[in-house]
Protein backbone atom coordinates (compact mmCIF):
# COMPACT_ATOMS: atom_id res chain seq x y z
CA UNK A 1 0.00 0.00 0.00
CA UNK A 2 3.30 2.43 0.92
CA UNK A 3 4.94 1.43 -2.26
CA UNK A 4 2.02 2.42 -4.29
CA UNK A 5 1.49 6.07 -2.43
CA UNK A 6 5.04 6.27 -2.98
CA UNK A 7 4.72 5.27 -7.05
CA UNK A 8 1.83 7.58 -6.99
CA UNK A 9 3.46 10.59 -5.50
CA UNK A 10 6.29 9.91 -8.07
CA UNK A 11 3.69 9.91 -10.92
CA UNK A 12 2.28 13.23 -9.60
CA UNK A 13 6.02 14.97 -9.48
CA UNK A 14 6.83 14.30 -13.30
CA UNK A 15 3.44 14.93 -14.38
CA UNK A 16 3.70 17.96 -12.65
CA UNK A 17 7.02 18.81 -14.05
CA UNK A 18 5.67 17.82 -17.48
CA UNK A 19 3.11 20.44 -17.22
CA UNK A 20 5.41 23.00 -16.45
CA UNK A 21 8.03 22.62 -19.05
CA UNK A 22 5.48 22.65 -21.44
CA UNK A 23 4.02 25.54 -19.53
CA UNK A 24 7.24 27.36 -19.87
CA UNK A 25 7.78 26.44 -23.64
CA UNK A 26 4.54 27.42 -24.74
CA UNK A 27 5.19 30.95 -22.53
CA UNK A 28 8.39 31.31 -24.09
CA UNK A 29 7.26 30.28 -27.13
CA UNK A 30 4.47 32.93 -26.84
CA UNK A 31 7.14 35.32 -25.64
CA UNK A 32 9.17 35.03 -28.95
CA UNK A 33 6.07 35.33 -31.33
CA UNK A 34 5.34 38.82 -29.52
CA UNK A 35 9.00 39.87 -29.78
CA UNK A 36 9.42 42.90 -32.49
CA UNK A 37 10.54 41.60 -35.31
CA UNK A 38 11.20 43.36 -39.31
CA UNK A 39 9.61 40.82 -41.52
CA UNK A 40 8.20 42.91 -44.17
CA UNK A 41 10.70 45.31 -44.64
CA UNK A 42 13.15 45.97 -47.45
CA UNK A 43 14.59 47.81 -50.29
CA UNK A 44 15.53 45.93 -53.84
CA UNK A 45 17.52 49.22 -55.35
CA UNK A 46 21.17 48.80 -56.35
CA UNK A 47 23.62 51.07 -57.60
CA UNK A 48 23.87 51.17 -61.38
CA UNK A 49 26.83 49.68 -63.13
CA UNK A 50 28.68 52.38 -65.35
CA UNK A 51 28.95 49.78 -68.28
CA UNK A 52 25.19 49.23 -68.24
CA UNK A 53 25.22 52.97 -69.69
CA UNK A 54 25.65 53.53 -73.55
CA UNK A 55 28.83 55.92 -74.33
CA UNK A 56 30.92 54.14 -77.13
CA UNK A 57 29.23 57.56 -79.82
CA UNK A 58 29.46 60.40 -76.84
CA UNK A 59 32.74 59.25 -74.69
CA UNK A 60 34.86 57.39 -77.23
CA UNK A 61 38.10 55.76 -76.24
CA UNK A 62 40.81 57.78 -77.69
CA UNK A 63 43.88 56.04 -75.79
CA UNK A 64 44.44 59.61 -73.76
CA UNK A 65 45.62 59.47 -70.57
CA UNK A 66 43.85 60.78 -66.73
CA UNK A 67 44.63 63.83 -65.58
CA UNK A 68 47.50 64.33 -63.23
CA UNK A 69 47.34 65.65 -60.03
CA UNK A 70 48.83 68.67 -61.60
CA UNK A 71 46.55 68.92 -64.24
CA UNK A 72 46.77 73.00 -64.74
CA UNK A 73 50.64 73.30 -65.41
CA UNK A 74 50.17 71.87 -69.14
CA UNK A 75 49.25 75.83 -69.29
CA UNK A 76 52.52 76.49 -68.91
CA UNK A 77 51.76 79.49 -66.52
CA UNK A 78 54.02 79.82 -63.21
CA UNK A 79 51.33 82.24 -61.48
CA UNK A 80 48.45 79.74 -61.81
CA UNK A 81 50.18 77.33 -60.49
CA UNK A 82 51.28 79.43 -57.56
CA UNK A 83 48.21 80.52 -57.30
CA UNK A 84 46.13 77.34 -57.06
CA UNK A 85 48.81 76.24 -54.28
CA UNK A 86 48.11 79.52 -52.49
CA UNK A 87 44.30 78.57 -52.51
CA UNK A 88 44.81 75.33 -51.01
CA UNK A 89 47.12 76.53 -48.08
CA UNK A 90 44.79 79.61 -46.99
CA UNK A 91 41.04 79.41 -48.43
CA UNK A 92 38.49 78.88 -45.74
CA UNK A 93 36.46 76.73 -47.56
CA UNK A 94 39.53 74.15 -47.55
CA UNK A 95 39.23 74.68 -44.01
CA UNK A 96 35.43 74.24 -43.70
CA UNK A 97 36.19 70.38 -45.81
CA UNK A 98 39.18 69.36 -43.41
CA UNK A 99 36.70 70.45 -40.18
CA UNK A 100 34.24 68.07 -41.59
CA UNK A 101 36.73 65.13 -41.84
CA UNK A 102 37.85 65.67 -38.46
CA UNK A 103 34.46 65.49 -37.15
CA UNK A 104 34.09 62.09 -38.95
CA UNK A 105 37.35 60.88 -37.38
CA UNK A 106 35.87 61.69 -34.24
CA UNK A 107 32.91 59.65 -34.43
CA UNK A 108 34.44 56.88 -36.15
CA UNK A 109 36.82 56.88 -32.87
CA UNK A 110 33.66 56.76 -31.14
CA UNK A 111 31.89 54.20 -32.75
CA UNK A 112 35.29 51.84 -32.08
CA UNK A 113 35.22 52.51 -28.18
CA UNK A 114 31.57 50.83 -27.97
CA UNK A 115 33.17 47.84 -29.41
CA UNK A 116 35.91 47.85 -26.53
CA UNK A 117 35.84 46.64 -23.28
CA UNK A 118 35.05 49.54 -20.62
CA UNK A 119 36.38 49.85 -17.32
CA UNK A 120 35.16 53.23 -14.77
CA UNK A 121 36.86 54.37 -11.57
CA UNK A 122 34.15 56.27 -9.16
CA UNK A 123 34.23 57.39 -5.51
CA UNK A 124 31.10 59.16 -3.90
CA UNK A 125 30.89 60.20 -0.01
CA UNK A 126 27.04 60.88 1.23
CA UNK A 127 25.94 61.78 4.57
CA UNK A 128 22.88 60.56 5.20
CA UNK A 129 19.92 60.16 7.86
CA UNK A 130 18.33 57.00 7.74
CA UNK A 131 14.86 56.00 8.70
CA UNK A 132 14.54 53.96 11.68
CA UNK A 133 11.64 52.30 10.26
CA UNK A 134 13.40 51.58 6.39
CA UNK A 135 15.33 48.71 5.56
CA UNK A 136 18.55 50.12 7.81
CA UNK A 137 18.22 48.65 10.97
CA UNK A 138 19.17 50.16 14.45
CA UNK A 139 22.15 51.38 15.47
CA UNK A 140 22.20 52.80 12.24
CA UNK A 141 18.59 53.37 11.28
CA UNK A 142 17.36 56.58 13.16
CA UNK A 143 20.94 58.09 12.81
CA UNK A 144 23.00 60.77 10.80
CA UNK A 145 26.40 58.29 8.85
CA UNK A 146 28.93 59.23 6.36
CA UNK A 147 28.79 56.14 3.94
CA UNK A 148 32.47 56.22 1.48
CA UNK A 149 32.14 54.11 -1.40
CA UNK A 150 34.54 53.33 -3.76
CA UNK A 151 34.07 50.73 -7.02
CA UNK A 152 36.27 49.84 -9.97
CA UNK A 153 33.86 48.38 -12.48
CA UNK A 154 34.31 47.17 -16.25
CA UNK A 155 31.41 45.92 -18.37
CA UNK A 156 31.55 44.73 -22.07
CA UNK A 157 28.84 44.29 -24.87
CA UNK A 158 29.11 41.05 -26.40
CA UNK A 159 27.65 42.17 -29.76
CA UNK A 160 26.60 38.91 -30.57
CA UNK A 161 24.46 40.31 -33.21
CA UNK A 162 27.61 42.41 -35.07
CA UNK A 163 25.58 45.45 -33.59
CA UNK A 164 28.31 47.53 -32.72
CA UNK A 165 30.71 46.37 -35.36
CA UNK A 166 28.09 47.43 -38.16
CA UNK A 167 27.78 50.74 -36.07
CA UNK A 168 31.34 51.43 -36.86
CA UNK A 169 31.85 50.14 -40.39
CA UNK A 170 28.99 52.79 -41.02
CA UNK A 171 31.22 55.08 -39.16
CA UNK A 172 34.25 54.36 -41.15
CA UNK A 173 32.59 54.51 -44.23
CA UNK A 174 30.73 58.06 -43.54
CA UNK A 175 34.81 58.97 -42.85
CA UNK A 176 35.91 57.99 -46.15
CA UNK A 177 33.11 59.90 -47.60
CA UNK A 178 34.11 62.95 -45.92
CA UNK A 179 37.59 62.46 -46.72
CA UNK A 180 36.42 62.31 -50.49
CA UNK A 181 33.82 65.19 -50.36
CA UNK A 182 37.15 66.98 -49.44
CA UNK A 183 39.18 66.48 -52.64
CA UNK A 184 35.43 67.56 -54.26
CA UNK A 185 35.79 70.76 -52.53
CA UNK A 186 39.73 70.81 -53.76
CA UNK A 187 38.74 70.27 -57.06
CA UNK A 188 35.64 72.57 -57.32
CA UNK A 189 38.17 75.13 -55.78
CA UNK A 190 41.07 74.60 -58.33
CA UNK A 191 38.68 74.62 -61.38
CA UNK A 192 37.43 78.05 -60.12
CA UNK A 193 40.32 79.35 -59.84
CA UNK A 194 41.55 77.89 -63.52
CA UNK A 195 38.93 79.13 -65.29
CA UNK A 196 38.63 82.62 -63.49
CA UNK A 197 42.56 83.34 -64.31
CA UNK A 198 41.42 82.31 -68.07
CA UNK A 199 38.95 84.87 -67.96
CA UNK A 200 40.95 87.30 -66.67
CA UNK A 201 43.46 85.80 -69.92
CA UNK A 202 40.26 86.48 -72.43
CA UNK A 203 39.69 90.11 -70.78
CA UNK A 204 43.03 91.42 -71.63
CA UNK A 205 42.80 89.89 -74.88
CA UNK A 206 39.51 91.34 -75.70
CA UNK A 207 41.60 94.68 -74.69
CA UNK A 208 44.38 94.42 -77.11
CA UNK A 209 42.05 94.28 -79.63
CA UNK A 210 40.01 97.54 -78.13
CA UNK A 211 42.86 99.29 -78.09
CA UNK A 212 44.04 97.87 -81.41
CA UNK A 213 40.22 99.50 -82.46
CA UNK A 214 40.77 103.09 -81.04
CA UNK A 215 43.95 102.80 -82.83
CA UNK A 216 42.41 102.30 -86.34
CA UNK A 217 39.46 104.82 -85.49
CA UNK A 218 41.81 107.60 -84.47
CA UNK A 219 43.08 106.82 -88.43
CA UNK A 220 39.99 107.39 -89.52
CA UNK A 221 39.34 110.51 -87.88
CA UNK A 222 42.57 111.91 -88.99
CA UNK A 223 41.90 110.48 -92.54
CA UNK A 224 38.14 112.27 -92.36
CA UNK A 225 39.72 115.63 -91.20
CA UNK A 226 41.70 115.91 -94.45
CA UNK A 227 39.22 115.28 -96.50
CA UNK A 228 36.95 117.45 -95.24
CA UNK A 229 39.86 120.19 -95.93
CA UNK A 230 40.09 118.33 -99.64
CA UNK A 231 36.15 119.08 -99.54
CA UNK A 232 35.60 115.37 -100.13
CA UNK A 233 33.74 114.58 -96.35
CA UNK A 234 31.76 117.20 -94.59
CA UNK A 235 30.89 117.25 -90.67
CA UNK A 236 28.70 114.33 -90.47
CA UNK A 237 31.74 112.20 -91.11
CA UNK A 238 33.63 114.22 -88.76
CA UNK A 239 31.35 113.67 -86.12
CA UNK A 240 30.68 110.07 -87.14
CA UNK A 241 34.08 109.22 -86.43
CA UNK A 242 34.42 111.19 -83.99
CA UNK A 243 31.21 109.64 -82.01
CA UNK A 244 32.72 105.71 -83.05
CA UNK A 245 36.51 107.17 -81.37
CA UNK A 246 34.39 107.79 -78.30
CA UNK A 247 32.77 104.19 -78.24
CA UNK A 248 35.64 102.54 -78.66
CA UNK A 249 37.30 103.98 -75.81
CA UNK A 250 34.09 103.59 -73.66
CA UNK A 251 34.18 99.79 -74.61
CA UNK A 252 38.25 99.59 -73.46
CA UNK A 253 36.62 101.46 -70.03
CA UNK A 254 34.60 98.58 -69.57
CA UNK A 255 36.98 96.15 -70.26
CA UNK A 256 39.50 97.77 -67.23
CA UNK A 257 36.70 97.54 -65.01
CA UNK A 258 35.68 93.33 -65.55
CA UNK A 259 39.46 93.15 -65.04
CA UNK A 260 39.57 94.62 -61.77
CA UNK A 261 36.23 93.52 -60.55
CA UNK A 262 37.74 89.60 -61.92
CA UNK A 263 41.54 90.07 -60.12
CA UNK A 264 38.70 90.63 -56.40
CA UNK A 265 37.12 87.76 -57.47
CA UNK A 266 40.24 85.85 -57.58
CA UNK A 267 41.73 86.97 -54.59
CA UNK A 268 37.88 86.01 -52.74
CA UNK A 269 39.27 82.34 -53.92
CA UNK A 270 42.41 82.59 -52.58
CA UNK A 271 40.72 83.38 -49.18
CA UNK A 272 42.89 86.97 -49.16
CA UNK A 273 41.35 90.83 -49.38
CA UNK A 274 40.74 92.39 -52.62
CA UNK A 275 44.09 93.90 -52.58
CA UNK A 276 45.57 90.77 -53.20
CA UNK A 277 44.26 90.66 -56.36
CA UNK A 278 45.93 93.73 -57.55
CA UNK A 279 49.16 92.12 -57.56
CA UNK A 280 48.13 89.17 -60.21
CA UNK A 281 50.29 90.11 -63.24
CA UNK A 282 48.56 89.58 -66.68
CA UNK A 283 48.25 85.40 -67.50
CA UNK A 284 50.63 83.59 -70.21
CA UNK A 285 48.37 80.66 -70.43
CA UNK A 286 49.32 78.27 -73.38
CA UNK A 287 47.03 76.05 -75.24
CA UNK A 288 47.70 72.80 -73.15
CA UNK A 289 47.98 68.83 -73.72
CA UNK A 290 45.72 67.37 -76.82
CA UNK A 291 42.29 66.45 -75.57
CA UNK A 292 42.22 62.79 -76.14
CA UNK A 293 39.92 60.76 -73.63
CA UNK A 294 41.36 57.57 -71.99
CA UNK A 295 40.10 53.97 -72.39
CA UNK A 296 37.91 52.41 -70.12
CA UNK A 297 36.60 55.34 -69.16
CA UNK A 298 33.46 54.36 -67.28
CA UNK A 299 34.46 51.76 -65.53
CA UNK A 300 37.43 53.69 -63.76
CA UNK A 301 35.73 56.79 -63.65
CA UNK A 302 33.99 55.98 -60.48
CA UNK A 303 37.10 55.79 -58.74
CA UNK A 304 38.49 58.88 -60.46
CA UNK A 305 35.72 61.22 -59.84
CA UNK A 306 35.66 62.52 -55.64
CA UNK A 307 32.09 63.17 -55.56
CA UNK A 308 31.11 59.35 -57.36
CA UNK A 309 33.54 58.09 -54.79
CA UNK A 310 31.68 59.91 -51.75
CA UNK A 311 28.49 58.75 -53.01
CA UNK A 312 29.63 55.15 -53.07
CA UNK A 313 30.94 55.22 -49.28
CA UNK A 314 27.76 56.86 -48.47
CA UNK A 315 25.73 53.95 -49.93
CA UNK A 316 27.90 51.50 -48.08
CA UNK A 317 27.55 53.55 -44.73
CA UNK A 318 24.03 52.83 -45.06
CA UNK A 319 24.41 49.42 -46.04
CA UNK A 320 25.92 48.90 -42.35
CA UNK A 321 23.17 51.25 -40.44
CA UNK A 322 20.23 49.04 -42.06
CA UNK A 323 22.45 45.86 -40.52
CA UNK A 324 22.94 47.73 -37.05
CA UNK A 325 19.12 48.62 -37.38
CA UNK A 326 18.16 45.15 -37.83
CA UNK A 327 20.43 43.66 -35.35
CA UNK A 328 18.63 46.36 -32.64
CA UNK A 329 15.92 43.33 -33.03
CA UNK A 330 17.75 40.59 -30.89
CA UNK A 331 18.89 40.38 -27.62
CA UNK A 332 21.52 42.18 -26.00
CA UNK A 333 24.10 40.60 -23.72
CA UNK A 334 26.22 42.92 -21.43
CA UNK A 335 28.69 41.41 -19.05
CA UNK A 336 29.76 43.89 -16.09
CA UNK A 337 31.74 43.16 -12.92
CA UNK A 338 32.84 45.85 -10.32
CA UNK A 339 34.55 45.42 -7.19
CA UNK A 340 35.74 47.82 -4.36
CA UNK A 341 34.99 49.19 -0.86
CA UNK A 342 31.63 50.15 1.24
CA UNK A 343 31.57 51.51 4.69
CA UNK A 344 29.77 53.55 7.28
CA UNK A 345 32.14 56.01 8.51
CA UNK A 346 35.96 56.40 7.70
CA UNK A 347 37.72 54.11 9.97
CA UNK A 348 36.32 51.11 8.53
CA UNK A 349 36.39 52.16 5.13
CA UNK A 350 39.62 50.16 4.12
CA UNK A 351 39.01 47.30 5.87
CA UNK A 352 38.32 43.45 4.53
CA UNK A 353 35.30 43.49 5.81
CA UNK A 354 34.35 46.75 3.72
CA UNK A 355 34.92 44.94 0.54
CA UNK A 356 31.84 44.48 -2.17
CA UNK A 357 31.74 42.65 -5.22
CA UNK A 358 29.06 41.68 -8.22
CA UNK A 359 29.34 39.79 -11.48
CA UNK A 360 27.10 38.94 -14.15
CA UNK A 361 25.15 39.31 -17.28
CA UNK A 362 22.16 42.03 -18.63
CA UNK A 363 19.77 40.84 -20.84
CA UNK A 364 17.64 43.09 -22.85
CA UNK A 365 15.16 41.52 -25.25
CA UNK A 366 12.60 44.19 -27.16
CA UNK A 367 9.11 42.69 -26.83
CA UNK A 368 6.98 45.12 -27.58
CA UNK A 369 8.12 48.72 -28.71
CA UNK A 370 4.63 50.09 -30.27
CA UNK A 371 6.74 49.92 -33.85
CA UNK A 372 9.54 52.02 -32.82
CA UNK A 373 12.49 49.37 -34.01
CA UNK A 374 10.29 48.70 -37.12
CA UNK A 375 9.82 52.81 -37.87
CA UNK A 376 13.93 53.09 -37.48
CA UNK A 377 14.54 50.36 -39.99
CA UNK A 378 12.11 52.02 -42.28
CA UNK A 379 13.90 55.23 -41.79
CA UNK A 380 17.61 53.24 -42.46
CA UNK A 381 15.92 51.71 -45.53
CA UNK A 382 14.80 55.41 -46.76
CA UNK A 383 18.30 56.68 -46.15
CA UNK A 384 19.93 53.78 -47.70
CA UNK A 385 17.38 53.79 -51.02
CA UNK A 386 18.07 57.59 -51.38
CA UNK A 387 21.94 57.15 -51.20
CA UNK A 388 22.10 54.81 -53.60
CA UNK A 389 19.60 57.24 -55.92
CA UNK A 390 21.92 60.15 -55.50
CA UNK A 391 24.99 57.27 -56.52
CA UNK A 392 23.14 56.99 -59.89
CA UNK A 393 22.28 60.54 -60.53
CA UNK A 394 25.70 61.37 -59.87
CA UNK A 395 27.48 58.65 -62.34
CA UNK A 396 25.13 60.05 -65.07
CA UNK A 397 25.80 63.39 -64.35
CA UNK A 398 29.58 62.76 -64.39
CA UNK A 399 29.01 60.87 -67.52
CA UNK A 400 27.16 63.51 -68.79
CA UNK A 401 29.60 66.36 -68.17
CA UNK A 402 32.53 64.73 -70.25
CA UNK A 403 30.45 64.18 -73.17
CA UNK A 404 29.39 67.60 -73.04
CA UNK A 405 32.93 69.16 -72.16
CA UNK A 406 34.43 66.51 -75.23
CA UNK A 407 31.45 67.68 -77.13
CA UNK A 408 32.25 71.39 -76.41
CA UNK A 409 35.79 71.16 -77.14
CA UNK A 410 34.74 69.09 -80.54
CA UNK A 411 32.89 71.96 -81.51
CA UNK A 412 35.11 74.99 -80.56
CA UNK A 413 37.79 73.27 -82.34
CA UNK A 414 35.64 73.16 -85.61
CA UNK A 415 34.34 76.71 -85.17
CA UNK A 416 37.74 78.16 -85.04
CA UNK A 417 38.85 77.30 -88.52
CA UNK A 418 35.89 78.99 -90.19
CA UNK A 419 36.84 82.13 -87.84
CA UNK A 420 40.06 82.36 -88.41
CA UNK A 421 39.40 82.26 -91.89
CA UNK A 422 36.63 84.70 -91.69
CA UNK A 423 39.25 87.08 -89.23
CA UNK A 424 41.97 86.94 -91.94
CA UNK A 425 39.24 88.25 -94.65
CA UNK A 426 38.39 90.70 -92.36
CA UNK A 427 41.61 92.10 -91.42
CA UNK A 428 42.15 92.50 -95.35
CA UNK A 429 39.30 94.11 -95.85
CA UNK A 430 39.54 96.34 -93.28
CA UNK A 431 43.32 97.09 -94.89
CA UNK A 432 42.00 98.00 -98.16
CA UNK A 433 39.21 100.35 -97.31
CA UNK A 434 40.99 102.49 -95.24
CA UNK A 435 43.91 102.73 -98.06
CA UNK A 436 40.72 103.52 -100.75
CA UNK A 437 39.34 106.10 -98.10
CA UNK A 438 42.63 107.97 -98.31
CA UNK A 439 42.86 107.86 -101.69
CA UNK A 440 38.96 109.26 -102.17
CA UNK A 441 37.94 106.18 -103.79
CA UNK A 442 35.61 104.55 -101.55
CA UNK A 443 33.32 106.74 -98.52
CA UNK A 444 33.36 106.48 -94.72
CA UNK A 445 30.61 104.00 -94.63
CA UNK A 446 32.40 101.52 -96.03
CA UNK A 447 35.64 101.68 -94.10
CA UNK A 448 32.90 102.00 -90.62
CA UNK A 449 31.43 98.73 -92.10
CA UNK A 450 34.72 96.86 -92.88
CA UNK A 451 36.05 98.37 -89.31
CA UNK A 452 33.05 96.41 -87.55
CA UNK A 453 33.42 93.36 -89.54
CA UNK A 454 37.14 92.95 -88.41
CA UNK A 455 36.54 94.13 -85.36
CA UNK A 456 33.96 91.25 -84.60
CA UNK A 457 36.12 88.53 -86.35
CA UNK A 458 39.44 89.06 -83.54
CA UNK A 459 36.47 89.35 -80.83
CA UNK A 460 34.95 85.85 -82.29
CA UNK A 461 38.65 84.55 -82.65
CA UNK A 462 39.25 85.47 -78.91
CA UNK A 463 36.80 84.27 -77.58
CA UNK A 464 37.06 80.76 -78.98
CA UNK A 465 40.24 80.19 -78.27
CA UNK A 466 39.58 81.22 -74.07
CA UNK A 467 36.39 79.16 -74.76
CA UNK A 468 38.22 75.92 -75.97
CA UNK A 469 40.61 76.64 -73.06
CA UNK A 470 38.13 77.19 -70.55
CA UNK A 471 36.21 73.51 -72.03
CA UNK A 472 39.89 72.08 -71.99
CA UNK A 473 39.75 72.93 -68.00
CA UNK A 474 36.25 72.10 -67.17
CA UNK A 475 36.61 68.65 -69.22
CA UNK A 476 40.18 67.85 -66.77
CA UNK A 477 37.74 68.40 -64.19
CA UNK A 478 34.70 66.40 -65.12
CA UNK A 479 37.42 63.33 -65.72
CA UNK A 480 37.77 64.18 -61.50
CA UNK A 481 41.15 66.49 -61.41
CA UNK A 482 44.19 63.68 -61.27
CA UNK A 483 41.65 62.36 -57.55
CA UNK A 484 42.02 58.66 -57.32
CA UNK A 485 40.53 56.87 -54.66
CA UNK A 486 43.02 54.95 -53.12
CA UNK A 487 41.20 53.40 -50.04
CA UNK A 488 42.08 49.73 -48.42
CA UNK A 489 38.23 49.05 -48.67
CA UNK A 490 36.86 50.26 -51.54
CA UNK A 491 33.75 48.92 -51.77
CA UNK A 492 32.41 47.34 -54.55
CA UNK A 493 29.23 49.55 -56.28
CA UNK A 494 27.81 46.77 -57.85
CA UNK A 495 27.18 44.90 -54.84
CA UNK A 496 26.19 47.49 -52.34
CA UNK A 497 22.48 46.85 -52.27
CA UNK A 498 21.06 45.15 -49.51
CA UNK A 499 20.42 41.47 -50.10
CA UNK A 500 16.29 40.54 -50.34
CA UNK A 501 16.17 37.18 -49.21
CA UNK A 502 18.32 38.56 -45.93
CA UNK A 503 15.89 41.39 -45.44
CA UNK A 504 12.46 40.04 -45.55
CA UNK A 505 13.91 37.02 -43.31
CA UNK A 506 12.15 37.46 -39.87
CA UNK A 507 13.78 36.62 -36.45
Known sequence: MRNQLNMSRRAARQLTSRVLKVGVSLMFAAVLSACANYAGIYSDQKTADPQQ???????PAEQGHWPAADWADQFGDAQLKALI?????ASPTIDEARSRVAAASAYSETAKASTMPRVDASYSLTRQLYSGTAVVPPPYGGSWQTENKGLLSASYDLDLWGKNREALKAAISQLQASEADAEVVKLTLTTSIARTYNQLARLYV????????IAQREQIDSIT??????????????KTAQA???TSRAALKALDGQI??????IAALLGAGPDRGLQIARPALGIGDEVRLPDNLPADLVSRRPDIVAARWRVDAMTHDVKEAKAEFYPDINLSAAIGLDAFGFGRFLTAASRTASVGPAIHLPIFDAGALRAQLKGRYADFDYAVATYNQTLLTALSEVATQLADVRSTDSQLVDAQTAQDAGRKADQLAVIQYRAGLTNQLTVLNADMNALSADQTVANLRMNRRDQQIALASALGGGYSDRSSSNPNPASAAVSRADDVAAR
Open 53 to 59: YAIQQSI
Open 85 to 89: DEALK
Open 206 to 213: LRDIAQQE
Open 225 to 238: AGRIATGLDTEVER
Open 244 to 246: NLA
Open 260 to 265: LSTRYE
